[in-house]
Protein backbone atom coordinates (compact mmCIF):
# COMPACT_ATOMS: atom_id res chain seq x y z
CA UNK A 1 0.00 0.00 0.00
CA UNK A 2 0.86 3.24 -0.71
CA UNK A 3 1.82 6.34 1.27
CA UNK A 4 -1.01 7.91 -0.49
CA UNK A 5 -3.54 5.12 -0.42
CA UNK A 6 -2.61 5.20 3.28
CA UNK A 7 -3.56 8.94 4.32
CA UNK A 8 -6.99 8.06 1.61
CA UNK A 9 -7.69 5.11 4.35
CA UNK A 10 -7.13 7.30 7.09
CA UNK A 11 -9.89 9.75 5.89
CA UNK A 12 -12.20 7.73 4.79
CA UNK A 13 -15.17 7.58 7.33
CA UNK A 14 -15.42 3.96 9.11
CA UNK A 15 -18.66 3.07 7.65
CA UNK A 16 -16.89 3.24 3.95
CA UNK A 17 -13.55 1.34 4.82
CA UNK A 18 -15.17 -2.37 4.49
CA UNK A 19 -16.15 -0.83 1.27
CA UNK A 20 -12.73 0.56 -0.26
CA UNK A 21 -11.83 -2.74 1.39
CA UNK A 22 -13.94 -5.03 -0.43
CA UNK A 23 -12.97 -2.91 -3.77
CA UNK A 24 -9.40 -3.20 -3.47
CA UNK A 25 -9.92 -6.84 -3.18
CA UNK A 26 -12.13 -7.45 -5.91
CA UNK A 27 -9.55 -5.72 -7.85
CA UNK A 28 -6.59 -7.70 -6.59
CA UNK A 29 -8.75 -11.10 -7.16
CA UNK A 30 -9.53 -11.14 -10.52
CA UNK A 31 -5.57 -10.65 -11.77
CA UNK A 32 -5.76 -14.51 -10.09
CA UNK A 33 -8.75 -16.22 -11.02
CA UNK A 34 -8.83 -18.25 -14.41
CA UNK A 35 -9.89 -16.71 -17.50
CA UNK A 36 -11.05 -18.82 -20.21
CA UNK A 37 -8.85 -19.04 -22.97
CA UNK A 38 -8.99 -19.03 -26.68
CA UNK A 39 -9.48 -22.72 -28.12
CA UNK A 40 -8.54 -22.10 -31.31
CA UNK A 41 -5.01 -20.99 -29.93
CA UNK A 42 -3.42 -23.81 -28.00
CA UNK A 43 -6.45 -26.45 -27.12
CA UNK A 44 -4.24 -28.99 -25.13
CA UNK A 45 -3.37 -25.71 -23.04
CA UNK A 46 -7.28 -24.56 -22.38
CA UNK A 47 -8.30 -28.19 -21.41
CA UNK A 48 -5.45 -28.26 -19.18
CA UNK A 49 -6.34 -24.97 -17.55
CA UNK A 50 -9.85 -26.20 -17.17
CA UNK A 51 -8.99 -28.72 -15.00
CA UNK A 52 -6.90 -26.73 -12.19
CA UNK A 53 -8.43 -26.68 -8.72
CA UNK A 54 -7.65 -23.66 -7.25
CA UNK A 55 -6.43 -24.05 -3.36
CA UNK A 56 -8.94 -22.67 -0.45
CA UNK A 57 -10.05 -23.60 2.85
CA UNK A 58 -12.49 -26.39 2.41
CA UNK A 59 -10.04 -28.22 0.67
CA UNK A 60 -12.55 -28.66 -2.44
CA UNK A 61 -14.98 -31.27 -3.38
CA UNK A 62 -14.05 -34.78 -3.09
CA UNK A 63 -14.61 -36.15 -6.30
CA UNK A 64 -12.73 -33.31 -7.64
CA UNK A 65 -9.65 -34.38 -4.88
CA UNK A 66 -9.67 -37.85 -6.15
CA UNK A 67 -9.72 -36.62 -9.97
CA UNK A 68 -6.69 -34.63 -9.07
CA UNK A 69 -4.81 -37.49 -6.74
CA UNK A 70 -5.65 -40.50 -10.17
CA UNK A 71 -3.75 -37.11 -12.58
CA UNK A 72 -0.57 -36.83 -10.48
CA UNK A 73 0.33 -40.41 -8.43
CA UNK A 74 0.16 -43.10 -9.68
CA UNK A 75 -0.18 -45.27 -6.39
CA UNK A 76 -0.08 -44.60 -2.76
CA UNK A 77 0.89 -47.67 -0.25
CA UNK A 78 0.22 -47.23 3.66
CA UNK A 79 2.29 -49.23 5.69
CA UNK A 80 0.77 -50.05 9.50
CA UNK A 81 2.25 -53.14 10.15
CA UNK A 82 5.96 -53.44 12.19
CA UNK A 83 6.57 -49.67 11.68
CA UNK A 84 4.33 -46.87 9.91
CA UNK A 85 5.02 -45.73 5.96
CA UNK A 86 3.62 -43.79 3.54
CA UNK A 87 4.95 -44.44 0.33
CA UNK A 88 3.69 -42.22 -2.72
CA UNK A 89 4.60 -43.56 -6.42
CA UNK A 90 7.18 -45.43 -4.65
CA UNK A 91 8.67 -42.62 -2.53
CA UNK A 92 8.80 -42.90 1.31
CA UNK A 93 7.52 -39.38 2.35
CA UNK A 94 8.76 -38.05 5.98
CA UNK A 95 5.42 -37.78 8.34
CA UNK A 96 5.13 -36.05 11.68
CA UNK A 97 4.61 -38.43 14.39
CA UNK A 98 1.04 -36.70 15.06
CA UNK A 99 0.07 -36.48 11.46
CA UNK A 100 1.16 -39.80 11.23
CA UNK A 101 -1.21 -41.23 13.57
CA UNK A 102 -4.03 -39.26 12.24
CA UNK A 103 -3.25 -40.97 9.12
CA UNK A 104 -3.62 -44.63 10.93
CA UNK A 105 -6.49 -43.50 12.76
CA UNK A 106 -8.26 -42.67 9.90
CA UNK A 107 -7.40 -45.73 7.81
CA UNK A 108 -7.78 -48.20 10.65
CA UNK A 109 -11.81 -46.60 10.82
CA UNK A 110 -12.74 -48.14 7.37
CA UNK A 111 -15.46 -45.21 7.01
CA UNK A 112 -16.15 -41.12 7.60
CA UNK A 113 -15.05 -40.84 10.94
CA UNK A 114 -16.54 -37.79 12.03
CA UNK A 115 -13.36 -34.85 13.32
CA UNK A 116 -14.95 -34.89 16.79
CA UNK A 117 -14.40 -38.23 17.67
CA UNK A 118 -11.46 -38.43 15.62
CA UNK A 119 -10.00 -35.51 18.12
CA UNK A 120 -11.23 -36.99 21.14
CA UNK A 121 -9.63 -40.42 20.05
CA UNK A 122 -6.24 -38.54 19.59
CA UNK A 123 -6.23 -37.00 22.33
CA UNK A 124 -8.50 -37.65 24.79
CA UNK A 125 -7.55 -35.70 27.80
CA UNK A 126 -7.85 -32.99 26.02
CA UNK A 127 -10.79 -30.26 26.00
CA UNK A 128 -12.96 -30.62 22.50
CA UNK A 129 -11.85 -27.19 21.43
CA UNK A 130 -8.26 -27.87 21.88
CA UNK A 131 -8.26 -31.67 20.89
CA UNK A 132 -9.94 -29.90 17.34
CA UNK A 133 -7.24 -27.06 16.95
CA UNK A 134 -4.85 -30.24 17.22
CA UNK A 135 -6.45 -32.49 14.62
CA UNK A 136 -6.46 -29.16 12.13
CA UNK A 137 -3.01 -28.73 12.86
CA UNK A 138 -1.24 -32.14 12.26
CA UNK A 139 -3.72 -33.13 9.15
CA UNK A 140 -1.98 -29.57 7.56
CA UNK A 141 1.64 -30.33 8.70
CA UNK A 142 0.47 -33.71 6.73
CA UNK A 143 3.29 -33.09 3.46
CA UNK A 144 1.50 -31.59 1.01
CA UNK A 145 2.25 -34.87 -1.73
CA UNK A 146 0.19 -36.50 1.00
CA UNK A 147 -2.51 -34.30 2.09
CA UNK A 148 -5.03 -35.03 -0.96
CA UNK A 149 -5.48 -38.48 0.41
CA UNK A 150 -7.75 -37.41 3.35
CA UNK A 151 -11.22 -36.84 1.78
CA UNK A 152 -13.44 -34.76 3.71
CA UNK A 153 -17.13 -35.37 3.64
CA UNK A 154 -19.25 -33.03 5.03
CA UNK A 155 -17.66 -32.97 8.86
CA UNK A 156 -16.42 -36.62 8.82
CA UNK A 157 -12.74 -37.71 7.21
CA UNK A 158 -11.50 -40.97 5.40
CA UNK A 159 -8.90 -41.94 3.34
CA UNK A 160 -8.86 -41.90 -0.30
CA UNK A 161 -9.78 -45.15 -1.83
CA UNK A 162 -6.80 -45.32 -3.76
CA UNK A 163 -4.55 -46.00 -1.27
CA UNK A 164 -3.60 -49.42 0.05
CA UNK A 165 -3.17 -50.28 3.56
CA UNK A 166 -1.22 -53.10 4.56
CA UNK A 167 -4.05 -54.03 7.21
CA UNK A 168 -6.72 -53.89 4.61
CA UNK A 169 -4.92 -56.88 2.75
CA UNK A 170 -3.91 -59.11 5.67
CA UNK A 171 -7.39 -58.41 6.85
CA UNK A 172 -8.92 -60.04 3.07
CA UNK A 173 -6.42 -63.14 3.27
CA UNK A 174 -7.41 -63.41 6.61
CA UNK A 175 -11.52 -63.90 5.89
CA UNK A 176 -10.36 -66.10 2.71
CA UNK A 177 -8.30 -68.69 4.89
CA UNK A 178 -11.44 -68.38 7.12
CA UNK A 179 -14.16 -69.07 4.91
CA UNK A 180 -12.00 -72.05 3.12
CA UNK A 181 -11.40 -73.70 6.76
CA UNK A 182 -15.41 -73.80 7.02
CA UNK A 183 -15.23 -76.03 3.80
CA UNK A 184 -12.19 -77.16 2.86
CA UNK A 185 -13.39 -79.64 0.02
CA UNK A 186 -14.00 -76.74 -2.36
CA UNK A 187 -10.02 -75.54 -1.52
CA UNK A 188 -7.80 -77.00 -3.83
CA UNK A 189 -3.89 -77.43 -3.27
CA UNK A 190 -3.16 -74.91 -5.67
CA UNK A 191 -4.73 -72.27 -3.78
CA UNK A 192 -3.89 -73.64 -0.88
CA UNK A 193 -0.37 -73.08 -1.78
CA UNK A 194 -1.28 -69.64 -3.47
CA UNK A 195 -2.33 -68.46 0.12
CA UNK A 196 0.48 -69.65 1.81
CA UNK A 197 3.35 -68.42 -0.29
CA UNK A 198 1.17 -64.83 -0.06
CA UNK A 199 2.09 -65.18 3.66
CA UNK A 200 6.15 -65.50 2.82
CA UNK A 201 6.45 -61.60 3.58
CA UNK A 202 5.55 -62.24 6.93
CA UNK A 203 2.15 -60.36 7.15
CA UNK A 204 0.36 -62.54 9.61
CA UNK A 205 3.79 -62.96 11.67
CA UNK A 206 4.08 -58.69 12.21
CA UNK A 207 2.33 -56.68 14.93
CA UNK A 208 0.25 -53.64 14.49
CA UNK A 209 2.28 -50.31 14.95
CA UNK A 210 4.13 -51.94 17.83
CA UNK A 211 5.99 -49.40 19.08
CA UNK A 212 2.76 -46.73 19.50
CA UNK A 213 1.06 -47.68 23.08
CA UNK A 214 -2.09 -45.32 22.22
CA UNK A 215 -5.31 -46.54 23.21
CA UNK A 216 -7.09 -46.92 20.28
CA UNK A 217 -4.02 -48.87 18.87
CA UNK A 218 -3.81 -51.79 21.33
CA UNK A 219 -7.62 -52.25 21.00
CA UNK A 220 -6.63 -52.55 17.20
CA UNK A 221 -3.65 -54.69 17.74
CA UNK A 222 -5.05 -56.97 19.78
CA UNK A 223 -7.92 -57.67 17.23
CA UNK A 224 -5.66 -58.04 14.04
CA UNK A 225 -3.64 -60.31 16.53
CA UNK A 226 -6.82 -62.25 17.51
CA UNK A 227 -7.45 -62.63 13.85
CA UNK A 228 -3.89 -63.52 12.31
CA UNK A 229 -3.51 -66.39 14.88
CA UNK A 230 -7.09 -67.66 13.90
CA UNK A 231 -6.03 -67.49 10.33
CA UNK A 232 -2.56 -69.16 10.81
CA UNK A 233 -4.54 -72.10 12.63
CA UNK A 234 -7.05 -72.01 9.77
CA UNK A 235 -4.24 -72.87 7.50
CA UNK A 236 -2.38 -75.17 9.32
CA UNK A 237 -5.88 -77.06 9.38
CA UNK A 238 -5.82 -76.89 5.32
CA UNK A 239 -2.26 -78.20 4.94
CA UNK A 240 -3.21 -80.91 7.22
CA UNK A 241 -5.90 -82.17 5.30
CA UNK A 242 -4.39 -81.46 1.77
CA UNK A 243 -1.30 -83.87 3.38
CA UNK A 244 1.75 -81.05 3.40
CA UNK A 245 1.97 -81.13 7.12
CA UNK A 246 5.69 -79.78 6.92
CA UNK A 247 4.40 -76.30 6.26
CA UNK A 248 1.23 -76.88 8.59
CA UNK A 249 3.97 -77.14 11.24
CA UNK A 250 5.40 -74.03 10.45
CA UNK A 251 1.78 -72.13 10.39
CA UNK A 252 0.78 -73.50 13.88
CA UNK A 253 4.27 -73.35 15.09
CA UNK A 254 3.88 -69.53 13.94
CA UNK A 255 0.81 -69.23 15.95
CA UNK A 256 1.97 -70.82 19.26
CA UNK A 257 5.12 -68.94 19.59
CA UNK A 258 3.37 -65.50 19.55
CA UNK A 259 0.44 -66.32 21.71
CA UNK A 260 2.11 -69.42 23.98
CA UNK A 261 -0.95 -69.87 26.02
CA UNK A 262 -3.61 -69.74 23.25
CA UNK A 263 -5.14 -73.90 22.81
CA UNK A 264 -6.28 -73.24 19.33
CA UNK A 265 -2.83 -72.88 18.39
CA UNK A 266 -1.62 -75.67 20.66
CA UNK A 267 -3.97 -78.40 19.31
CA UNK A 268 -3.38 -77.15 15.51
CA UNK A 269 0.55 -78.04 16.05
CA UNK A 270 0.36 -81.16 17.62
CA UNK A 271 -2.75 -82.09 15.09
CA UNK A 272 0.28 -81.34 12.85
CA UNK A 273 2.93 -83.17 14.55
CA UNK A 274 0.69 -86.11 14.83
CA UNK A 275 -0.68 -85.97 11.31
CA UNK A 276 3.74 -85.90 10.02
CA UNK A 277 3.89 -88.96 12.14
CA UNK A 278 5.90 -87.47 15.16
CA UNK A 279 4.20 -88.51 18.12
CA UNK A 280 7.12 -87.37 19.91
CA UNK A 281 6.98 -84.09 18.74
CA UNK A 282 3.31 -84.62 20.08
CA UNK A 283 3.66 -85.27 23.09
CA UNK A 284 6.60 -82.83 23.61
CA UNK A 285 4.41 -79.97 22.60
CA UNK A 286 1.19 -80.76 24.92
CA UNK A 287 3.76 -81.32 27.85
CA UNK A 288 5.62 -77.57 27.32
CA UNK A 289 2.11 -76.56 26.79
CA UNK A 290 0.55 -78.13 30.04
CA UNK A 291 3.52 -76.52 31.93
CA UNK A 292 3.64 -73.32 30.26
CA UNK A 293 -0.40 -73.07 31.08
CA UNK A 294 -0.22 -74.32 35.07
CA UNK A 295 2.93 -71.41 35.46
CA UNK A 296 1.21 -68.45 34.08
CA UNK A 297 -2.02 -69.08 35.11
CA UNK A 298 -2.33 -72.27 37.22
CA UNK A 299 -4.42 -73.83 34.68
CA UNK A 300 -4.67 -76.87 33.01
CA UNK A 301 -5.43 -78.04 29.09
CA UNK A 302 -9.18 -78.65 28.18
CA UNK A 303 -10.42 -82.05 27.46
CA UNK A 304 -9.75 -81.59 23.66
CA UNK A 305 -6.74 -80.86 23.74
CA UNK A 306 -5.68 -83.89 26.35
CA UNK A 307 -7.83 -86.35 24.01
CA UNK A 308 -6.42 -85.22 21.10
CA UNK A 309 -2.78 -86.25 22.24
CA UNK A 310 -4.26 -89.71 23.55
CA UNK A 311 -5.69 -90.76 20.36
CA UNK A 312 -2.76 -89.86 18.64
CA UNK A 313 -4.69 -88.53 15.60
CA UNK A 314 -5.00 -84.95 14.05
CA UNK A 315 -7.75 -83.63 15.37
CA UNK A 316 -10.51 -83.54 12.74
CA UNK A 317 -8.49 -85.44 10.29
CA UNK A 318 -9.65 -89.26 8.95
CA UNK A 319 -7.00 -92.01 9.73
CA UNK A 320 -6.18 -91.45 6.03
CA UNK A 321 -5.07 -88.00 4.42
CA UNK A 322 -5.80 -86.88 1.30
CA UNK A 323 -3.32 -85.74 -1.28
Not at 79 to 98: H, N, Q
Not at 132 to 141: D, G, T
Not at 248 to 258: G, I, K, P, S
Not at 269 to 293: I, M
Amino acid sequence: MSDRESIVLANKRPETICEWKASSFSKVKSEFEPRALDDSVRPELANRHASVVWPSRRRGDAAMRDSRFRQRHASAKLALLGRFALRIDGTTLVVPEASAKALAAIALHHRPIPRAVLAELLWPQRAPDRARANLRSVIWRIPPGARELVRETGNCLELDSEVEVDVDRVVDRCRNLAEASMDPGNWSAVHIEAVRWGFADEDLLVDLLPTWDDDWVLVDRARLRHLRLHALEALAELLVRSGRVGEAVDAAAAALRHEPLRESAAVALVSAHLASGNLVQAQRTFVEYRETLHREMGLEPTNRLTALVASSQPFGVSQTTTG
